[in-house]
Nanobody, 121 residues
């Protein structure tokens, strides 16, 4: 069992930056791929980025590549999502998830409660 707690969301102006954190419980954190997803009002949850257990392989949505960067610190049982050059369309609830390194929602078995990111224009 893995419990995930996100933090770092908030209100930011367009062009600003935020770093989301996802703290995980348990002693097997490095055996899980970690993913970040987001869900805007009225829209389906969508993939943002993923990183494998060892942190060697990463995937980012092409449209966000260069602005968003996923990373992890296995010694701290924490995954991160650095978000730069934020746009109003990035406004959403951001979720971290643990499971198989993948861009598919169904491959992740554990989810955090989400953290709200609001970007004002």
């Amino acid at each position: 069992q893995v419990q995930l707690v996100e933090s770092g969301g908030g209100l930011v102006q367009a062009g600003g930056s935020l770093r989301l954190s996802c703290a995980a419980s348990g002693r097997t954190f490095n055996s899980y791929g970690m993913g970040w997803f987001r869900q805007a009002p009225g829209k389906e949850r969508e993939f943002v980025a993923a990183i494998n257990g060892g942190g060697y392989f990463k995937r980012h949505v092409e449209s966000m590549k260069g602005r968003f960067t996923i990373s992890r610190d296995n010694a701290k049982n924490t995954a991160y999502l650095q978000m730069n050059s934020l746009k109003p369309e990035d406004t959403a609830v951001y979720y971290c998830a643990a499971g198989t390194y993948s861009s598919s929602i169904g491959d992740y078995h554990y989810w955090g409660q989400g953290t709200q990111v609001t970007v004002s224009s």
